[in-house]
């Protein structure tokens, strides 16, 4: 037994470190295999060239927003602008931007086993304290923190954008950070990673919600209900039997919102919010300063000013649809990211971190310009719930569906872009595809996470029934 | 009718005397012709009509001119411009064969389709307004669709790149207007004359417009007056270059074609336009330096110049004047008439080769790259023979360079990547800082402005060649903004190249005062010149389908939002008591279809249950109609509201 547990993460670490290796070995291709050229990759917002473009633009003297080139942060140029233009003789430009990349792959990886290690735990003293361990003492809790960092880390999605240098992989890193901070109850980092995955990215802003639930209630674990029932179920058995001191403190119906963790979390997103906005400031002095590069970001992404083809399904509707109904459309698409937040949040909010899941499954559905970075992260974040989701159903089909999304996308984009065989709706075909195996993804997880909470349910009213 | 038109000149000249009399002015208004022929060396002739008209600073005449065409003084006054030039072109210049170097070339040899740019006397905020209001008034007096330059993506403002210092500049091309007759007209329409009389009566439709090359052009400038109260003064200068091809009878491939003015035209001069000042035809010959001697002051060498064993002019010259490069014979025109029309010919006896002076680089331009996605636009500059010889070479740092200019405009949908900018200097790529000496950039922003780049090489005298390489990504358009023919692709404007440091100019060495052509060809010129117009081929989405895209999209979304709060809203115990309730509903339903196809047999089973079901169909009709009613109400409502406004 011990031996086996001294050999897994020593297994980890191979896998682990395999990936680091494949991906050093990919980033040495000249040309970053054309990966960087790729619209599944990067988008307008994350494409490292239009960074480059806008740190040349800045060096000269002109707004880095100047030309409709970049629209990320002012901050990410500054870091990230001196590594584009620094060449090493005799390697690939663009390699000290790789190696970058690479960090924050390895670092969010690490970051998803911390979580996934809590996350873990918790199942545990959930299943402990429900009595539902016990019962069913075969059923192994999976390593979901391992699971979880190597789905991050060999998932092809990651690698390609990793290698493909789009600036994906340090949004992934500020959301996993801010994920990591609050399920470690680090308030800081966690305000820290969340205000800097909002300001480089925007829809991370719907993470309050979980974030603050999080914080406020803790750790994903079955409906309170649950514990109430399984509790007056020992009690009627025998008072004697011990009773952990966590299951004493939730004695109430109701579980204690920690308003003061929440009220600190929202003191240091004002703080750090503000710190960052006087940093872009200070850095946009000279061109217009933050007003302008809310319009230029913000306002980029709401507006979807960009019509080249991405994997989502705006590009090809805006450049459609009449221009007197842009508006409308526009307000709808961006109300539909919004609408089920607030649904979602009342079913899952005994579950904060699979509600984030969800959240960021479904801004990268309905995201202006998706890549599949957003879709990475979501994914090695679902790979957290494994002892969850194992019942969820279609995941082989799902499983070819993004398969085969992925190997038709860059066909129908030759076709369509390179040879001119075939034209837009090819690739929007496919976009629309993606999008739907996304919708049914979505769906499904909830439900199966639904379920799970259901069948826990019932085993333990089965369970007090036997007992009683 | 001619006649008639003729004996009414003479009343008109003399009324316009006295009018200038009256009025006391010591300028009048002056109009002169010229027409400047020059073979080439590749068996072609070029043709230069040179127009100038002249109205003298004045404020005496108020609005009133003798003949200075009234539109353009208005067009003057109205938008205060300051210089403005307008050329139509057809056809590519060959810098090769027809030179680089000349003032003719630099001057005349101009980009594909319409080139508008403009001066203004304005204040800086109203340049703008200015330049959309002008464009508006050309296109409506040329018959061109000039206004397209009104839209702030199509022009640019160039700083130093276009050679004329001004920030007050604007410059705007229209590389696929098509230029014809409708264009010639209304220009013609300036001249005193017109095309009936003079020199314009040569132009005939068809060969001017069968030629390899033509561009009519419009340059008016406004002169101040220095003194106050008095207005300023405008000279328009129009000309109309024409490279046309001699038909030639002769077998021998490099003799060069003899022609005359009615070959070349089918028409001749049939007296100058009595309005001119001056009128005159010119004959350029390049390359015959070997035959002269240094006088041509007696009469038998002067005989020599035009007719000797090379070839001979069917007319005598009235002047012969030599240059550095070449012979320029001068012929009046005002002897001719209907009985001894003018009619110049060039009759070549030998083959003769010469070679014309070019600039010192030659620019050509092209894409490189496949696909719609991206690419990227290569200028490159190649050393001609006579770079040489070429004075205008600049010694800094004890080094030997050549300047060069380059200014190009970017439309926005080509999205130039400013930092691939790669300049390759004899096939080795150079760091900016070794030959980049000026660089001015301003990118395009989507849909609302074009991009500019300007840039000044520094190259060295030795240079072979030089290639300066941009990456862009195409844009990927909205279904309205793409033409009717969205699948020939979109034009770059030429790139302009010009020689900061090298100015052509043809001095003959005369008092040529008199000569509007020749003093403008002694003015020193800037050497530029354009290169090809690109064509890019934008990715184009289904035109077809926008009503699809709507629909399936809001499917997708329909999807996503239903099936997601389906599984939200699904409780267990409401899961169970709805599955009961359909259990007992689908037994009723069932039973209903019984009694249905029971009724349809025709036989009556069960009667008394049968008046229920119809009462609640009652009851569901009335409840039906109350909520149509209602609906329509509210949609009455909202028309009556929404209309109100």
Redesign the interface.
């Known amino acids: 037994m011990a031996e086996e547990q001294n050999k897994k993460p020593c297994r980890f670490w191979i896998w682990a470190s395999a990936s680091v290796v494949f991906r050093l070995i990919l980033i040495s291709f000249p040309g970053n295999l054309n990966l960087s050229s790729r619209p599944e990759v990067s988008t307008p917002l994350t494409s490292i060239r239009r960074l480059a473009e806008g740190y040349w633009l800045k060096q000269a003297s002109m707004s880095p927003y100047a030309g409709s080139m970049y629209h990320g942060s002012p901050l990410l140029l500054s870091v990230l602008g001196p590594l584009t233009v620094q060449r090493i003789k005799g390697q690939p430009s663009h390699l000290l931007c790789s190696l970058v990349f690479v960090i924050a792959d390895i670092l969010s990886a690490m970051l998803l086993r911390g979580i996934g290690q809590k996350l873990q735990m918790a199942y545990g003293l959930n299943a402990r304290l429900l009595g539902f361990l016990k019962s069913s003492r075969d059923k192994v809790i999976l390593p979901c923190g391992d699971i979880a960092a190597l789905v991050y880390l060999w998932n092809p999605f990651t690698i390609v954008s990793c290698v493909g240098l789009s600036t994906s992989p340090i949004e992934t890193l500020a959301v996993i950070l801010a994920l990591f901070g609050a399920v470690t109850r680090r308030v800081p980092l966690a305000a820290f990673g969340f205000v800097m995955a909002t300001h480089l990215s925007l829809y991370p802003a719907t993470l309050a919600i979980p974030m603050i639930i999080l914080l406020g209630y803790g750790l994903d674990a079955p409906p309170i209900k649950l514990f109430l029932q399984t509790r007056s179920v020992e009690n009627e058995k025998s008072s004697t039997s011990t009773v952990t001191k966590q299951a004493k403190s939730k004695q109430t119906t109701h579980l204690p919102f920690l308003w003061k963790t929440v009220m600190h979390f929202l003191f240091w997103v004002l703080l750090w919010s503000l710190y960052v906005l006087v940093l872009c400031a200070l850095s946009l002095n000279k061109y217009g300063g933050v007003e302008e590069m809310f319009k230029r970001t913000y306002g980029f992404i709401l507006s979807i000013e960009d019509l080249s083809p991405n994997i989502g399904v705006f590009w090809y509707f805006f450049a459609e649809v009449f221009d007197f109904f842009r508006n409308f459309f526009l307000i709808v698409f961006h109300v539909n990211v919004l609408f089920m937040l607030l649904p979602l949040a009342i079913r899952l909010k005994h579950r904060p971190c699979f509600l984030a899941f969800v959240y960021l499954a479904i801004s990268s559905i309905l995201k202006s310009y998706p890549s599949v970075g957003d879709s990475a992260l979501y994914l090695s974040l679902c790979a957290l719930f494994v002892n969850e989701l194992v019942d969820m159903k279609f995941s082989f089909f799902l499983f070819c569906g993004y398969l085969g999304i992925s190997l038709l996308s860059p066909v129908m984009h030759n076709l369509w872009i390179w040879r001119g065989t075939g034209n837009a709706n090819f690739y929007f075909g496919n976009a629309i595809g993606y999008a739907c195996f996304q919708i049914v993804f979505v769906v499904e997880s909830v439900s199966a996470m639904l379920n799970h909470d259901r069948a826990l349910r019932r085993s333990s009213s089965n369970h007090g029934e036997v007992n009683s | 009718m001619a006649s008639l038109v003729r004996s009414w000149i003479p009343l008109l000249i003399l009324q316009s005397f006295l009018v200038a009399v009256a009025f006391g002015s010591k300028e009048a208004e002056q109009f002169s012709e010229a027409l400047l022929l020059k073979p080439l060396p590749d068996r072609k002739v070029l043709a230069h009509f040179h127009f100038e008209n002249r109205a003298p600073p004045s404020n005496s005449h108020g609005r009133h001119h003798h003949l200075f065409p009234k539109a353009i003084s208005q067009l003057v006054q109205k938008f205060r411009v300051k210089e403005m030039e307008l050329s139509f072109t057809q056809g590519r210049w060959n810098h090769e064969h027809w030179g680089g170097f000349d003032p003719l070339s630099s001057m005349n040899a101009k980009p594909v389709g319409v080139e508008l740019w403009a001066v203004f006397d304005v204040p800086q905020s109203q340049v703008d307004t200015s330049w959309k209001n002008l464009t508006h008034a050309l296109s409506g007096l040329f018959c061109a669709s000039i206004n397209f330059l009104e839209s702030s993506t199509s022009y640019a403002a160039p700083t130093w790149g276009f050679g004329t210092n001004s920030d007050k500049l604007r410059y705007g091309s229209l590389p696929r207007e098509a230029v014809c007759t409708e264009n010639l007209t209304p220009w013609l329409k300036l001249l005193p004359c017109r095309d009936k009389d003079g020199i314009s009566a040569l132009m005939n439709r068809p060969s001017v417009y069968r030629g390899f090359y033509h561009s009519q052009r419009l340059h008016l400038s406004t002169v101040e007056s220095g003194q106050e109260g008095l207005g300023s003064g405008i000279v328009l200068e129009q000309t109309l270059t024409v490279v046309l091809q001699p038909e030639t009878t002769s077998v021998e491939t490099n003799m060069q074609p003899s022609w005359s003015l009615s070959s070349l035209f089918g028409r001749k001069v049939v007296g100058s336009c009595v309005l001119a000042k001056s009128s005159n035809v010119y004959l350029q010959l390049e390359g015959r330096l070997g035959h002269e001697s240094k006088n041509v002051d007696t009469e038998i060498e002067a005989h020599k110049l035009w007719k000797n064993a090379d070839f001979d002019l069917s007319l005598k010259p009235d002047r012969v004047l030599r240059e550095s490069s070449g012979l320029l014979f001068i012929f009046d025109i005002d002897k001719s008439s209907d009985s001894e029309p003018f009619d110049l010919g060039l009759n070549w006896k030998l083959p003769s080769k010469w070679s014309c002076q070019q600039a010192p680089l030659q620019a050509s331009r092209f894409l490189m790259g ?5 690419g990227a636009i290569a200028i490159l500059l190649k050393a001609t023979e006579s770079q040489e010889k070429l004075p205008g070479r600049e010694l800094t740092d004890g080094r030997c360079t050549i300047k060069a200019n380059i200014f190009q405009i970017f439309p ?1 949908y080509i ?1 130039v ?3 691939t900018l790669q300049i390759f200097v004899d096939q080795q790529q150079k760091t900016d800082s070794e030959v980049l000496k000026k ?1 001015n ?7 609302v402005s074009s ?1 500019m780049l300007e840039m000044m090489l520094e190259l060295p005298c030795e240079v072979k060649s030089a290639a300066i390489s941009i990456e862009y ?1 195409k ?6 903004e793409y033409p009717p023919d969205a699948n020939q692709g979109f034009d770059i404007p030429s790139a302009l190249i010009s020689f900061p440091s090298h100015h052509a100019s043809l001095d003959f060495q005369e008092e040529l005062s008199k000569s509007p052509l020749l003093s403008s060809f002694k003015e020193k010129s800037l050497v530029r010149s354009y290169t090809e117009v690109l064509l890019v081929p934008l ?4 035109f077809s ?2 009503y699809n ?2 629909t ?2 809001c499917t ?2 329909a ?3 239903g ?3 389906n ?2 809203r ?1 409780r ?1 115990g409401e899961e169970e008591r709805f599955l009961k309730s359909q259990g007992k509903k689908t037994g009723g339903v069932k039973q209903l279809l019984l009694r249905l196809t029971a009724k349809i047999r025709g036989r009556p089973i069960e009667a008394p249950s049968s008046e229920s079901p119809a009462a609640e169909s009652s009851f569901l009709s009335t409840k039906l109609i109350f909520k149509i009613i209602l609906i329509a109400g509210a949609a009455a409502a909202w028309q009556y509201f929404s209309t109100d406004k």
């Open positions: 496949s696909g719609n996605e991206r926005w999205k990547y400013y930092h660089i950039v301003s990118p395009s922003t989507d849909k991009g990504d844009g990927f358009l909205h279904i309205d990715t184009t989405p289904d389908m926008p895209v709507i399936i999209t997708i979304f999807l996503y939002f099936s997601l709060l599984v939200l699904r267990i």
